[in-house]
Each structure stands twice: as structure tokens, then as C-alpha cells.
């Protein structure tokens, strides 16, 4: 089957708008996304700029804009499209290097503001390890799965109006660890989040939960993590406010 | 010229588990990363089965079942990790290095939880283990089926935590050396297209593994041994790289690997007619050394029997085990059956093959990563880490949960071992003045060459006929005939025409740059394959089939670029302890 891929090509440095080229590729029940830009790329046009590495969906460096949604080229298949007709593009919201590579630097610089990494004031077992009950590990699995990819960011509305948004990714990465049993610096990032371009900027689209390819419940996270913020000025800190993944449930 | 006092190539778990160890040593140190990704899209993230430790928080029983150990050793120990490891390893691995490994396994693990990887847990809230295939008891720790991604996440917090700077998306060109000494590297910024020197006081190779060079692998498409090519390249030998795990279980079209446990957990291997595919090859059927496993596949597809419209292909099937079982167990096989193949294995049959799962050999180095020339001198500034480095803990297999075990063990050794250089360590050496030049020249040629041939063409013919000559099983003929193919291959790579000439993210260029690189050290893999002359673990050659004496070859270019081959006998194995 022949299938049209439309992309568009540009380049920041002399460019200002993206002029559009379509490829015709032929593909199987198997070609994923990123399988059909390899081929263009090896076979028919080698300046077509794209990232990709893993190609099992856990890099995080082929989000795109396919057919209208985020996902990743590399586990989205052409047949389930159910089109011959496949438009990508750049991530939306993100500024464009060139064709469908984009800039990253925004994107991990807000992650490094949530503090991605564990604190705790409790001292290191001097034998074994931390325990941790399969309950609390429950707590941080879903939103540990995050890959980095930026398809929930780039999904977000509010995120294409306010490029200082912390936007649901980073805001994910702060709630994995306000929820780790472990982790004692809840109060560090809730102010964090808790500023003008944290939580409160989310008007709960949904867009980022509905886009993610690994399932993470962004918007949930979120709202708990408005929540925790809420409970906390009240006085009522302790309570653990814990987003349910339904497979969890 | 942009300066550090060590400068890691690499920002996969090895190479960012180095980095810290020195951050945490030599606080001061000026360490940085140089990575041709970013450091959260290492090939690190889809190593999946976990890490193996002689924790003892779980343990068999009587009746082969997972019955908690709360930590108790009475059961396994580093020990009896260690003597697996060396049983596998087929009589090639370092017993010093096998034991040393095995001993800071717990520590090393332990560290990872105290930094905050999100490790399942067992019932008592420890880090749950498994069993892995080889291990004699259940000790591979995981994080879900994720444990490279947990891991490689976490250890990207610490970067940050220790403002450990990093250079993503620079592809690294060539190292440089002057006075027997590396003095840093050269590279490319992928994303600006400018080729900048790199001085460091000590060099660090943490480029990872090298499947990518295969048509089928589980390895990404950045697995492309580019560390392997700046050793080769500098006249350094590499070690052992025609040793090549395969599995059994590579999901067609993908290559992706599936968890072998599921052959423990009772699944079976179907040929075209539905029959089982080991009934003939093996009389453990799928209980089978994977080795085998893979080998009757291979041979079963040749003789005719394979399934499928092309028949090149067998039936994984798991339909008669428990669904909740394989919904809990292996996500990645639903996962990737309906991602890839729109298929449902709890109702369909999963077609598999053999493929490339792990690299073993790479960059000889010593016990504290320094990398080794061809006389077995420690190379001053230098050093390997993780998959690319061979130090004698892989042998001729390596055990599921070994390969993190080791990039974690030894990037943290190495990183020590540089913190002390460091202390001593004068200024910055004499960065060779013509470095720069020559690697910018590569690069400039290569964006002006004029040719009838696609770097894409050339780099799908170099696929093919690596998975052709140095698949599971190996033939003198066939390695023979592709070690030519490999010379007509280079021949051509000088007819090639870049269709982009750009310098910003030319990402052709990038690929057509990995693709000169792997032609080089690929005819070391298919040259080492040939001096081998022995069938060993991973190895097998089908006019020998017993090992001959244990030894390790050592690939080093020649001025004429070809390959040569020399051995170097393997540490002997202690006695066997009654």
C-alpha cells in the first residue's frame, strides 16, 4: 500500500514560515511512522530532519504531531491510522529547529526547576535499602513511566499561550516525588509549583492526560497537586492525596 | 577550545554513574558529558529485565516458588552470584573481575534506591527481585519492566542535582592524543554544525553497545559503536566483539526482544505445522541453553519448517498461560504485540526470531576502566565504561541483569579511579595541534563528496550482510566471503553523496558519519567471528563445535585499514570448590 506523507520543511535560520513537501512511501501492516521517515530519509530525501532513537517507545525522542495528535512515530503504525494520507509535524508549542526537529533546552530547563531528584533529611540506612511499601510504590509508578518525550506539554493549550507554563511534564516530575514515601522536600516543591506559571495556570483540558503514550495521568497529577497545595494553607498537610491509575484501582 | 578536567563520552548509565562518583569524590572536578542524544534518551532507557544482586530479599523454595528472604544471605550470596556468572561466561570470563562485580553488586544497587529509583517493591517493602535465566537463585532487582529507564532517570536527577554540565546532541568525531597521553576529543554540534575541540585531563568512552551494526537487533538505532570506532581509529585494539548474545525471542519486524522467563513460565516455540520447534533439537525443549534455543530456530527456518507466508519465522505461544499472569509479568509483550503487529498473544501466536541482544566485547580496559593498548598498558587520560568496555566480567555469555550490573559497578569504580588521578593530576596536557583540523576536514569532505551511491543504500547492505555473516551460528565460507563484502562496501561509502548539505541538524551527515565508522570496526567484528575458531557461549562456528583453550582476540587496524586478529589467553578459571 502507498500511503502520502505530508511534512513540513523548514529551517529557522533563513526561513520563516514552513513550506510544506509530500513523499510517497510504500508500506506494510508493520511500518511504524518513524519506519516510513527512515525510508524517505535513506532512500528518497536525506535533508528531512528528524529525531529518533529507540524505536520501543521509551527514548522519548519521536514525539511528533501525527494526524492531528501527539504521539510517537516509532510505535504509532501506519495501518492504524486508517489513512493514506499521514500529516507530521513538530511538536506544537515548541520552537522549530528544523522540519520536525525542535527545541529542547525549554522544555528540560523547567524539568530541572522541579528539583528531580530525591531529597529527604533522613539519614541513609547504613545497611540496605529504604523500605517502601507496595502501596507507596503504587503512588509514584504511573508518573515514573514518563519518557521525556513532551507530547502532554505540547498538547497543552495554555502552554502554546504561556510559554513560561511549567506545562504537565515537569509538573509530573514534581508530583513523582511529592508523592515518593522517601522524599522529604514536599513543602521545597510545592512552592515550586505552587508559583504564577506553576499548577494554578491548568484549566484541566485533559489534552496532556489524552496524549501521553505511556499512560501518565498528567491532568490527575496536577489536580492533586493543587490539592496537597490547598490542604497544606489549611493546615491539613498530612493527608495524602494520591491519583488513582485505574489498572491500579 | 572548550576545556574540562574530564570529559565523558556518553551519557548512558555508565557514563553518568562515572560522573557522579567523581562529582561526589572530587567535588571540585569539572566533569562533563558529551552525549549525541540527551541524557534521558540514552539506549540505557530500554534495557527492561533488571539488575542482578545478591540482595536476598526474595528466595526459592522447596517447590521452585518466590518466597520472601528479607534480606537474609543464607540463601545467595555474591558468591553464588559470582559462580553463575562464571559458569555462563564458559570458561572466558576474569574470575577477579567476576568476583569483584558480584561483591559490589548489593552496595551498588543499594546506592541506586538511596538516590531514589522507583524499584518494585516486595510484600515487606524491599526491592523486589526476580528470577532471571542462569541465576541459580532469584536476584534481579527491576523496576517494573522498566528497570534502565527508572535507573537512567534517576541518575539524570543526580547530574542535575550535582550540576553536572552535559553537551547534548554533539556527535564526537575523533580523540585526541598526543605524548602517549588522550588529551580530549573532537566533536560535532549536531545542532549548529561547528566542530569544536575538547581538552580534558582524563577521557572517558561510555558509548554503549554496538548491535545497531546487525539487520535485526533489540539495540537502538544510536547503538552504533561510535566509542569502539575513536578506539580503533586511535590504533587501539578492541576485544572480543564478534561475541554476540542472541535471543531466542525478537519480535518479528522489530526485533525487540521478549523476556526469555516466559520460556520458564511454560511457553512454547511453534514451527509452520504448529509442532514444537525444539522437539527435534533439544530434549529440555524450551528450557533449552538460549545458545541452542536460538540455533534451532535458525536451523528450523532453514530446513524449510518456518511459519508464515515467507516461513521465515516461528510461533511464540503463550495462549494457554493465565492471562493476569502475562498482564502482570510481561506488559512489554502486549505492549509491543499490539503496538507492532496488532495482534493479542493471550488469543493470537506471536511470530519471533532470533536476534541481536547484547554486545559483549568492546574496549579493553582494566579493573578501574583504564583502557588497555595493544601491549596491555593502561593508555594515560583514558578510560571505558559500560557496554563498550570489555573488562572481563561478560566472558562468552552474559547472565540477564549482569549488563546494568556491571555499567553501574564499574562506572562508579572508574569515576573513583579518576577522582584519585585527579588529586595528583598536573594542568592540561599539549591538545595535538592538527586534531581539529583533520576531523573538520572528514567532515567537510564528506558534506562535498561527489557520488552516484545513498548513505542509506550502503548502510542497509552493511546490515545485511552482518546479520548474513555473524548471525548465531557462523561459517568459515560465509565470514570469508562477507569480510570481502565488507572491503566493496567501503569502496562504495567513497562514492556517496550527502543529499544535505546543510549545517544545522543535518542529520544525514550524523548517520553518514556513524556509517563510515561502522565499516571499520564491523570487519573487526567479522574478522574476530574468523579467528575464533571454536564454539563457545554465544559463539558458534559450524566447523567446530567443541571451545578450544580459553583466549580473548584482540582486533587492531592496520595502517591499510584491514583488520588484525592476535589472542591473549583468559585469566584461568580457580578451581571448581567442592
Known sequence: MNVRIRVPRFNAETDATPKFQEYTVTVT????????????????????????????????SCGMLINGRNRLACNTRVVDLNNHEVSVNPLPGFPVIRDLVVDWDPFFAKDAVMLPYLV???????EGERLQSRYDYERIDNAARCIQCGCCSSACPVQWSNGDYYGPAALTRA??????????????????VGTETGVWRCHTIFNCT???????????????LKRKIMLTRLGLGSIAVKVHAPELA | MIQHDVLIVGSGIAGMRCALEIKRQQPTADVALVTKLYPTRAPSVI??????????????????ALVPSRGDRTFDSPAQHAADTLKYA???????????????????VYELEHMGTPFSRTAEGRIAQRAGWGHTQPRVAYAADRTGHAITHTLYGELIRFGIKVYPEWYVLSLAHSANRAQGVVALDIRSGETVAFQAKATVLATGSYGRIFGRTNDTQSSTGDGLALAYRAGLPLQDVELVQFHPLGLYSTGFVISERILLDGAHLLNGKRERVLKRYAKELELAPLAVISAAIEHAIAAGDGAGEHKDHVWLDVRHLPANHLREHYPHLLEYAADYL??????????????????????????DGAVLDAQQQPVAGLYAVGACASNGVNGANLLPGNALLSAVVFGRRTGAAIAAQLKAAPAHGDFPADALQQALAEVEALLHQQ???????????????MSAACGPLRQSELLTQHLGSLHELRAEFNRIALDDKGHVYNAELVEALELSRMLDWGEAIIAGALAREESRGVHSRSEYAAPSTAQHTLTTRQTDGTPQVSHVAAPDMPAVQA
Open chain 2, 451 to 465: 557520488g552516484d551511491m545513498r548513505a542509506g543504500a550502503v548502510r542497509e547492505r552493511l546490515l545485511a550482510t
Open chain 1, 29 to 60: 501492516p508493520q511500518t511504524t511512522v518513524l519506519d516510513a521517515l527512515n525510508s524517505i530519509r535513506s532512500e528518497q530525501d536525506g535533508t528531512l530532519a528528524f529525531r529518533r532513537s529507540c524505536r520501543s517507545g521509551m527514548c522519548g
Open chain 2, 342 to 367: 496488532g495482534i493479542n498473544p493471550l488469543e493470537q501466536l506471536v511470530p519471533v526470531l532470533p536476534t541481536a541482544a547484547a554486545t559483549l566485547g568492546g574496549i579493553p580496559t582494566n579493573l
Open chain 2, 90 to 108: 564458559e570458561g572466558l570470563a576474569d574470575p577477579a573481575a567476576v568476583q569483584l562485580l558480584c561483591e559490589q553488586a548489593p552496595k551498588a
Open chain 1, 120 to 126: 529527604t533529611d533522613q539519614p541513609v540506612p547504613a
Open chain 1, 210 to 224: 489524552s496524549d501521553c503514550p505511556k499512560g501518565v495521568l498528567n491532568t490527575e497529577n496536577i489536580q492533586a
Open chain 2, 47 to 64: 534495557e527492561r529485565e533488571g539488575i542482578a544482586a545478591a540482595l536476598g530479599n526474595v528466595r526459592f523454595d522447596e517447590t521452585g
Open chain 1, 175 to 192: 508530583y513523582r516525588f511529592v508523592e515518593d514515601s522517601r522524599d522529604t522536600a514536599v513543602r521545597a516543591r510545592l512552592d515550586i
